[in-house]
């Protein structure tokens, strides 16, 4: 069974850089997956920031790519997600997704729980 | 990328059926079949209930069923029950290789 879990600070200081990891289990980062995050403010809609293939090929939300930075570490299976410069609209659930894309499908099969991050001094 | 328009709330009583559209642009749903829907219940993530259009997972009732003409997704849901209350979500692959949501819908059963 595939399971992903968030793990990060809950709590950023305005300007600061909002760093966020996700563990896999169950199924190999070196897949044929796509890992991605997205996110959730509070009592909104879902943003999709960013996903990374294993072997380093990344696509960016255009209206993020200038503060997103994602990364693989194939050796521990986790993915990470860095935004910097972050402002109070920053503050939502993160939530970090497994995703089947083929040249027919693009979807996200496998969600996280999602964690809270609320951006705030 | 624009989010997906879809309606902000449709309603429905048990056993009847409920449409929820997804409206984008030629640029992600009008050009391609890599649409589907996410089912989320409050405070829980969300479940992907269709894909590539009108492909249901494993598990999910034939109830739910999607379809799509030009650049307009939809998501029907036949025979409503209590426990389909929840915020209804599309998305769609776009022409920039990325991933778009909708602003979500909330579905009440009356």
């Known amino acids: 069974q595939v399971q992903l879990q968030e793990s990060g600070p809950g709590l950023v200081k305005p300007s600061d850089t909002l760093s966020l990891t996700c563990a896999v289990s169950g199924h190999s980062i070196s897949s044929n997956n796509w890992w991605g995050w997205i996110r959730q403010p509070p009592g909104k809609g879902l943003e999709w920031i960013a996903y990374i293939y294993y072997s380093g090929s990344i696509f960016y939300n255009p209206s993020l790519k200038s503060r997103v930075t994602m990364s693989v570490d194939t050796s521990k299976n986790q993915f990470s997600l860095n935004l910097s410069s972050v402002t109070a609209v920053d503050t939502a659930v993160y939530y970090c997704?497994?995703?089947?894309?083929?040249?027919?499908?693009?979807?996200?099969?496998?969600w996280g729980q999602g964690t809270l991050v609320t951006v705030s001094s | 990328q624009s989010a997906l328009t879809q309606p902000p709330s449709v309603s429905g009583s048990p056993g009847q059926s409920v449409t929820i559209s997804c409206t984008g642009t030629?640029?992600?749903?009008?050009?391609?079949?890599?649409v589907s829907w996410y089912q989320q219940p409050p405070g829980t993530a969300p479940k992907l209930m269709i894909y590539e259009v009108s492909n249901r997972p494993s598990g999910v009732p034939d109830r739910f069923s999607g379809s799509k003409s030009g650049n307009t997704a939809s998501l029907t849901i036949s025979g409503l029950r209590a426990e389909d209350e929840a915020d209804y979500y599309c998305?769609?692959?776009?022409?920039?290789?990325?991933?778009?949501f909708g602003g979500g819908t909330k579905l009440t059963v009356l």
């Open positions: 998305s769609s692959y776009t022409s920039s290789s990325t991933l778009v």
């Open positions: 997704a497994r995703h089947y894309c083929s040249i027919n499908s693009c979807y996200v099969d496998y």
């Open positions: 030629s640029s992600d749903v009008g050009s391609y079949n890599r």
